[in-house]
């Protein structure tokens, strides 16, 4: 009951949330920190240069450069530091309250100046813990803006790339850095994909061993809840990333529409095996319940058969257990014995019978 009550008053909490003023910029998560954390990487073919900081002004020097900036901000809890930087780079309050709020639904808005993505960041942890964590992007002439939760993404293949010079991305402007990002986004949901898999076999192997254990459903259940949270954010991504392919905005380049479309036929893959997974989990319930039942009924035959041997044996135990003086065999001197031996030929008729009917 209390924790019903518990549960009851984070809902309603929610709902008040939702009472709010649109556009006021509170941050709605748990990863608190006390301080914002940025890595700026300002960039061209030939120029690279990295640095972090916690000071949000050191990003504003780099919005009319002839290069490309990617601002990474890490921590929303300081809304006071977003509200700084979204008003600085004209972010609109709406969009601003989207960066700061993580239950966010994965989406794009189109403004004149900028695109704003919304989308979820899947991976395990080093404890094998499922993390979904919200991210927001902005990218406008000449920059990109990230903002996460907390430290921590599947952004260093991107880096890499960028210190190392390595592929096209450094020649490229802010709308293949977008692309480069969600890009490494996607890529890792395959990664997330493939730990999955190997969670779905060794739950199968389990269940087709026949002894599963107690403790399985709760694994089952556990996956079932993890790919209900992927579903939530590949599906909305999906919209999200044909969008931007048909999208005509003179942000992104026509040959950058081109990586944008292999983009959107990487993230149908990811959506077409997470329906086949999300099935095959749903298969798995059904399986420990059939698996459960098949053990159920062999314990079950089991006690019928013994049951069933021990029925006739009581029937004959109990004509001669009663207490009438005459009973025909009762002065018969080897009764005793004729009647053990009947017993015994009827136990083992009945073993024999069982046995060639298959059912021992």
Known sequence: MANRKRKNRTVIGKLKNKNEMPGAVTYK??????????????????????????NIEDAFKFKSTDNVTWINVNGLSNTKEIERLGEYYNLHPLIQEDIVTTNQRPKMDEYDDYLFIVFKMLHYNEEGVFVNEHVSMTMGKGYVATFQEADGDVFDSVRERLANSKGKIRANGSDYLMFALLDAVVDNYFSVIEILTVKIEQIEDELFEGSPEDDLIQEIQKLKKEILRIRRAVVPLREVINRLEKTETPLIEERTQNYIRDLYDHIIQVSESVEIYRDMIWGLMDMYMTTISNKMNEVMKVLTIMASIFIPLTFMAGIYGMNFEYIPE????????????????VFFAMLYYFKRKKWL
């Open 330 to 345: 009762l002065q018969f001197k080897y009764g005793y014995f004729v009647l053990w031996g009947a017993m015994i030929l």
């Open 29 to 54: 998560g748990t990863k608190t920190s006390q301080v914002t954390k940025l890595e700026i990487i300002d960039f061209s073919k030939d120029h690279y240069n990295q640095f972090d900081t916690s």
